[in-house]
């Protein structure tokens, strides 16, 4: 048995995206299934696009979720350093290995020299690729002699390294996903696997790394599957065995077609970035400051191209990767379902006890300068969790308890103060109510409405005014008992006062 060996690979140009976090998510599990190591390495080989705060916030965000690397940038390990930027020499040293044997050449043309060849393709309807075609005709070390080409090197012309593919192979390779793919060699580009400045690109960092590391599957998105030819090549030319291949299938927008963006979330409302993400243009909510649990937020994202093969949908981390199976990951794109992230949270909210909701309903209300009372707040999280999916809901449905109303909603106003409700509500605090529980509440109102002669909806509606402050909200009796009788009875005179002066 071999040891599983399984990468997330991210390049800190941004915040991690959905899709980010779902192919980390999927690497811990399969890791955690097989009793493997999560690794966490950063490619940053494309130094104009890194941007600061970035790899500390993918750490964050593994950690957040609960997917924390068991090795990697930041975690430590015998195959650091973690970090492509930290690991030059060792590019270095392997691309040297590939100029020597043949696989890889120098390339001397000039961005101007390129741009000329490309506007030239352009003009007769096609593209120009860089490959066995051309290669030999161009300013490279197979055209030049090589007594030329080190006298450009010694000159320090500057140059690009290119893979030499081979021509006209079907190529034959495997995707544990996808099956058996093939590729005739003749359709794909010579790629640059080194810069002038000596940086490797990600195509042979991303192999090195993956060989050196002893990676043995790699588990990555859809869109690096085009690249997946190129680098079985190279791996052959290296001599070192391919570590398996499992290419994830694309998130889709809630329309259903087309990648998920960022846009789509500002358009829907909902965010594609596990934490919050300040930048120049703004500042992109997180699901972690929206209020999502992790647990609830990787369940989600879990069934994004995954299915059990059954209907069950609420599976706890360590569920998740007992039961995860590359096998039953789709090859078609998983469509992005915002309600259904709420769904979750929903079911993971109600899922936690009433003490832990308490003391996260309790760190909100400090947030508001808002005292707290653990036995007054259990009871509102009590009354308010079920309809609830997030903490916040529960301060949104049950703000008046904390806030006797100001104001009072002005269509309910007109549907309920009637000439004769000053006086019911009066009548209705001189009816002794003993017991403030909301059995007793909830007869004396009965026992009134039959005294008086009225219907219920006479003192019904007034009081959910006086209480809350308009027509919506919990059970009035058990509202009642939780705000206490004598809440109660200022709330009710209060409401009086204001539908007197309005008369
Ligand atoms: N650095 C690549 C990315 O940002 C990693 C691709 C791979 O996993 O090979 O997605």
Redesign the pocket.
């Known amino acids: 048995m071999y040891n599983v060996r399984v990468r997330f690979?991210?390049?800190p140009t941004g915040p991690l995206h959905l899709g980010g976090v779902r192919t980390a998510l999927f690497n811990y599990l399969f890791a955690k299934k097989n009793k493997g190591t999560f690794i966490l390495r950063i490619?940053d080989t494309d130094q104009a696009r890194w941007v600061e705060g970035a790899e500390e916030y993918i750490r964050e965000a593994l950690e957040w979720a609960g997917i924390t690397p068991d090795e990697g940038s930041g975690y430590g390990g015998i195959y650091g350093p973690y970090r492509q930027s930290d690991r030059k020499e060792i590019y270095q040293k392997h691309i040297q290995t590939l100029l020597n044997n043949q696989n890889a050449y120098y390339a001397f043309d000039t961005p101007e020299e390129l741009e000329t060849l490309r506007e030239a393709a352009d003009k007769n309807g096609e593209t120009f690729t860089y490959n066995y075609k051309n290669r030999k005709h161009l300013k490279t070390s197979l055209a030049l002699n090589p007594q030329e080409v080190e006298e450009l090197l010694k000159n320090n012309t500057p140059y690009v390294i290119r893979f030499k593919i081979p021509a006209g192979e079907n190529l034959r390779f495997h995707d544990l996903i996808r099956g058996n793919l093939s590729v005739d060699t003749s359709t794909l580009d010579d790629k640059v696997l080194m810069k002038n400045d000596g940086m490797p690109t990600?195509h042979l960092a991303?192999i090195v790394d993956d060989h050196e590391m002893a990676i043995s599957h790699?588990i990555?998105?859809e869109e690096?599957l085009p690249s997946l030819p190129l680098h079985i090549l190279m791996y052959s030319a290296f001599g070192w065995n391919a570590p398996q291949f499992a290419h994830l299938p694309l998130i889709l927008k809630p329309e259903g077609k087309g990648k998920l963006s960022k846009r789509d979330g500002d358009k829907h409302g909902f965010p594609v970035f596990p934490l919050e993400w300040k930048s120049e243009t703004g500042i992109s909510p997180g699901y972690r400051e929206e209020g999502y649990l992790p647990q609830a937020f990787l369940n989600m994202l879990a069934l994004l191209g995954w299915n059990p093969g059954t209907d069950q949908e609420i599976f706890s981390l360590e569920q998740l990767a007992q039961n995860f199976d590359l096998n039953k990951v789709s090859k078609s794109g998983a469509r992005f379902n915002p309600e259904k992230s709420i769904w979750f949270n929903h079911q993971y909210l109600q899922m936690m006890d009433n003490e832990e909701i308490t003391q996260e309903f309790q760190k909100l209300l400090n947030s508001k300068s808002i005292s707290t009372n653990d036995k007054f707040d259990s009871q509102i999280v009590n009354l308010l969790k079920e309809r609830a999916s997030f903490v916040k809901d529960i301060w949104n449905e049950g703000q008046f308890f904390y806030e006797s109303p100001k104001n009072y909603d002005p269509k309910g106003l007109e549907k309920v103060w009637k000439p004769d409700t000053a006086q019911i509500l009066k009548d209705f605090l001189q009816f002794d109510i003993q017991d403030f529980t909301t059995d007793q509440i909830q007869q004396s109102i009965q026992e009134f409405v039959k005294t008086k002669a009225i219907g219920m909806g006479k003192i019904m509606m007034p009081l959910r005014m006086a209480m809350v402050g308009a027509l919506h909200g919990p059970d009035i009796p058990h509202v009642m008992e939780i705000l206490g009788k004598e809440e109660v009875y200022k709330r009710i005179q209060s409401f009086i006062l204001f539908g007197d002066k309005k008369d």
């Open positions: 690979a991210p390049s490619e990600y991303n790699v990555r998105g690096w």
